[in-house]
Structures are given as C-alpha cells and as structure tokens.
C-alpha cells in the first residue's frame, strides 16, 4: 500500500540546521512530484515546498525560500528538506504529501514529523 | 498568492445533521482547483474532494463539494460520529494555498 514516511524531527536551537526525509513506499515514486506542508502547534496547514517528479524543478514558500532546500533520490524514493537557519517559527509538524504534476491536490500524506526550534 | 477564507471557523453540530463548510478565495481559483482535506489530532490528512466536486478514493458519498471562481462549498449531508474533525480547503492551481479550516465539532 502507499507510504509516506518522514523522519528527521527533533529538538534544535535557533541558527541550527536539521534534514528531514520522506522515504516512499507502494507507488511509482518518480511519477509524482512530493510537497511538504507544515503544521505549527494549534495552527492550520501551510505549503511549504514542491519538487517535481524528476527533481528538475523546486518551489518553496517565500517564509522558508533561501532558508530550506529541497531535493530528492529517486534511486532511493526518498526526499529530503535540508533547513537552515532555524526560527523559532519553523516549529511545527512537517508532512511530506505527493501530488500528480506540480499543481494538482495532496492525494496521500504522511504521518509527520515534529521540528522543535527552541533554545 | 491566492487567500482563502473559511467560514465559520467552528461548526456545532450533532451526528445526523448536515454540514455546510465556506470556502471564499480572494480570486478566482483557475479551472476549479480547489480541494479539501480532514484533518484529525495525530494523523495525517486526508483528500475528501477535488476539482470543487469529485470525491477521492473511498470518500462516501456523503461528502460533496460545488462551487466555482471565488465560492466554494463542503457539504457532509450526514453526519458520522467518525466526520466530527477540522477541514481545509486548498487551491492548487498557483502556489498551493490552505484556508484556516473549520473545526466541526460535537453539539
């Protein structure tokens, strides 16, 4: 069956960096482009990366753009978000979710993985 | 980047009533791509509907959405005690964008 399955999470401090994964089961994964999405405590979602199916093109929202990079290992179906420069803002649960094309709706997520930026 | 407004932000219902979830977009939202998606504390969201009216895979057909250009609507026409949970509207046709959601919760 389909699986999306993040890892990576954990306590930081401010400034620090983390990667988190996505590693992908059940599916055709260099067929879909993956997104991730994040959840601060007691928030709604946010957007917050695209990678396209073959890695060749990325989008991120413009409150993480410079910050996190987004790539992908289709030899491995795994994606990573490499975060730099942490904030206390990027608190929160990240999901990985895949999508048919680059703008089509998020048909299978994960479970999550919580990033906790505190000193 | 395309705003979606949801209302209203909790709903008060009691299991067998209908449903009915607004999703307002600060503009037209191209070629109906919009969706929605159950969330519930501890598990990972869930497709109910795309392209504003066709249900996902294994989504009952209590669940419907319609709408179109800046107006959108989820309508649970019963409710299960399984459907008392926060949905979230998207638009996907530009740089993804969610509403704030609303919490339908238990009367």
């Known amino acids: 069956q389909v699986q999306l399955v993040e890892s990576g999470g954990g306590v930081v401090q401010p400034g620090r960096s983390l990667r988190l994964s996505c590693a992908a089961s059940?599916?055709?994964?260099?067929?879909?482009?993956i997104h991730w999405v994040r959840q601060a405590p007691g928030k709604g979602l946010e957007w917050v990366a695209l990678?396209?199916?073959?890695?060749?093109?990325?989008y991120y929202a413009d409150s993480v753009k410079g910050r996190f990079t987004f790539s992908r290992d289709n030899s491995k179906n795994t994606v990573y978000l490499q975060m730099n420069g942490l904030r206390a803002e990027d608190t929160a649960v990240y999901y990985c979710?895949?999508?048919?094309?680059?703008?089509?709706?998020?048909?299978?997520w994960g479970q999550g993985t919580l990033v906790t930026v505190s000193s | 980047e395309i705003v979606l407004t949801q209302s209203p932000g909790t709903l008060s219902l009691s299991p067998g009533e209908r449903a009915t979830l607004s999703c307002r977009a600060s503009q037209s939202v191209s070629s109906g791509n919009l969706a929605w998606y159950q969330s519930k504390p501890g598990q990972a969201p869930r497709l109910i509907i795309y392209g504003a009216s066709s249900r996902a895979t294994g989504i009952p057909d209590r669940f419907s959405g319609s709408g179109s250009g800046t107006d959108f609507t989820l309508t649970i026409s019963r409710l299960e005690p399984e459907d008392f949970a926060v949905y979230y509207c998207q638009q996907y046709g530009s740089s993804p964008t969610f509403g704030g959601g609303t919490k339908v919760e238990i009367k």
């Open positions: 990678i396209s199916y073959d890695g060749s093109n990325k």
């Open positions: 059940g599916f055709i994964f260099n067929t879909y482009a």
């Open positions: 979710a895949r999508s048919r094309g680059y703008l089509g709706p998020f048909d299978f």
